[in-house]
Structure formats: structure tokens, C-alpha cells
């Protein structure tokens, strides 16, 4: 394969410059060309194409977001936007295509395999969501955000003897939720994966302020409620004080933290060598730290495996 172009699709996540950095070094340490495709499915259909240079990824490392940009397209999930999308990479020359994103753009990157194309799909998305992976880019510096955050609320909280709950991104999944809720010692951890009814989250909370403990954290998943709900059943049913928090896209935003680095190179690296090794339609990802690749199919139909054992470590730690 000579020339091979790469894309970032769907939500843009921290890492994923790293991810592109790293496609790109292995792309030219194997002699291709790699074409960059701006703005995603919805750029790749415009014909937004350009060559990549050291200086499109240099020095951007440590930045959030994607210097490709990334867009959302209701066009390419029909069959007209595929062929367009086929005819410009064609018109391109490009031989093999790695899309960065979730599992829409997995879905995506499927229908170009479909219709001929090589391509790899490498994981991005800060809700770590895809359960081929162990861990997705961009869901470590979530998880940081969210626990820097947590810190700074539970201190004006403790100032005035209040609860804080704070709301986070998961709509499916509670991984954000659950770790940052973790590493930053949270009483109670509310995701659509452990329905807890929220009487029983209201009484824990009294409980808490029965025994002395006026200050409690809640992380909940935007799937399991919204914060402010939440906080308005709590003030509704006992005398607790509570404020809710929702965190948003600064979750999203900022540095990718060491490790979405280092995952996002090692995926790169591997997504670009299948290419060369003439492999397309797999999906690369990371199990028990080792890099691995599974058919795109596979990567979409695994079901994402919450993890129980890490959620009753939390309970345990919470209620001594
Ligand atoms: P993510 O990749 O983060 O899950 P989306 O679900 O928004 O993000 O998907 C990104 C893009 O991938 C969509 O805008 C669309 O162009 C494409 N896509 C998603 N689902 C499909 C599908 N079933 N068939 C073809 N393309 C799809």
C-alpha cells in the first residue's frame, strides 16, 4: 500500500492528535503517503483531502481535540454518501483508510470495507463505551478532569456542611462515573448499569448525616439522572443540604493525559502495520496491555462489560 489517509470521526476525544501523530510516523517509516481527511465522513464526501506533514503534527501532542477536525454526517449513512466517499478516494489514490472514533464511526468505517476499502477503525471516545477494549483514547483524561473537578467541589462543600452530586458524561455507560468516582473517593456512584432506586441513594445520604459525615460526594452518569433532579428528590425526602454540579465538555476538553498517549501511539502503530500487512475491516484495540485487532464486526457487537467488582470496592470504601 502506498498512500493510505486517516480521519477523526464523531466526538473528538484527548489523544487523539496522538493517535494521528502516530499513523502518520508509521504511515512514512513504512514509505507511504498519508493523506489527512478533514472533518470526518462529512470532509471525506466534500473531498476535504490533504497530504499530512511533520508539521501538521508536530508540537500538537499535548493538545485536546483533533487538528483534523471532526464532524458528524447524516449524508454518509446513506448509500449515495458511501459511493461519493468511495469516488474521492479513489480520485485520491488512497489504498487504505484509518478512522479514529466510536462505534458510529466503526459502523462507518464498515460500509467503506463493504464497498472494497481497506480500513481500520481505532477507538476514540471519552465514554470507554466499546467492550473489544479495555480501554478506549481519550477516557484516562476524562477520568482526570473528573477527578481534578471532584476535589474542588468537596471543598466548598465541606465549607458549608453540604453534599455535593456531580454529573458526568455516560449515557450507557458508567465508566467515567465509576472511576473518577474512585479517584476521588465519592460516597455513592449512580450509573445506568446498577439502577439504585433513588430513595435508597436519599436514605444513604441521611444515613451519612446521622453518623457525623455532613459532607458526601455522588457521581452519576448522565444516563442514571440528571444532578439536578437528583438533588431536588434528596432536598424533597430528607434534610439533607445538596447542590448538583454538571461537569459537561470539560470533561472532554484539555491535555490527553501520559497514558491516552502512550494507548494512542501503540493503537496507531498497529492500525497502520494491518494496513501494510494488506489486512482492512479489523478494529485495533487493548486487552490485559497488549495491543491486539478484531473484526470490525466483532468490535461492534461486543457488549461492554461493566465492572462489578470495581463498583463494590466503592461501596465498601464508602460506608467505613
Ligand atoms: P461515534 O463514532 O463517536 O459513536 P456517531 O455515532 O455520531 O459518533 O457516528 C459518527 C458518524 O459515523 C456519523 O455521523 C455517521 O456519518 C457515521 N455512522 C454512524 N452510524 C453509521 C451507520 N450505521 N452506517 C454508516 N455510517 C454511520
Known sequence: ??????????????????????????????????????????????????????????????KGGTVLRTARSQEFKTEEGVKKAISVLKAYGIEGLVVIGGDGSFRGCMELV??????????????????????????????????????????????????????????????????AGIGGAADLILVPEMPMQWDEAANKLAQNKLRGKLTSIVMIAEGAGKAEDFAAYVREHTDVEIKATVLGYIQRGGNPSAFDRVLAARLGERAVELLAEGKGGRAVGIRHNTIYDVSLAEA???????????????EMMAKF
Open 1 to 62: 500500500m502506498k498512500r493510505i489517509g486517516v480521519l477523526t470521526s464523531g466526538g473528538d476525544t484527548p489523544g487523539m492528535n496522538c493517535a494521528i501523530r502516530a499513523v502518520f510516523k508509521t504511515g512514512v517509516a513504512l514509505g507511504m503517503q498519508v493523506m489527512g481527511i478533514y472533518h470526518g465522513y462529512k470532509g471525506l464526501i466534500e473531498g476535504k483531502v490533504d497530504y499530512l506533514t511533520h508539521e501538521d503534527v508536530e508540537n500538537k501532542m499535548h
Open 114 to 179: 463493504k464497498a472494497g476499502i481497506p480500513a481500520i477503525g481505532i477507538p476514540g471516545t471519552i465514554d470507554n463505551d466499546m467492550g473489544y477494549t479495555d480501554f478506549t483514547i481519550g477516557f484516562d483524561t476524562a477520568v482526570n478532569n473528573v477527578t481534578n473537578e471532584i476535589y474542588k467541589i468537596r471543598d466548598t462543600m465541606r465549607a458549608h456542611d453540604r453534599v455535593g452530586v456531580i454529573e458526568v458524561m455516560g449515557r450507557n455507560c458508567g465508566d467515567i462515573a465509576l472511576w
Open 300 to 314: 461492534i457487537e461486543v457488549k461492554d462489560e461493566f465492572d462489578y467488582k470495581l463498583y463494590e470496592l466503592n
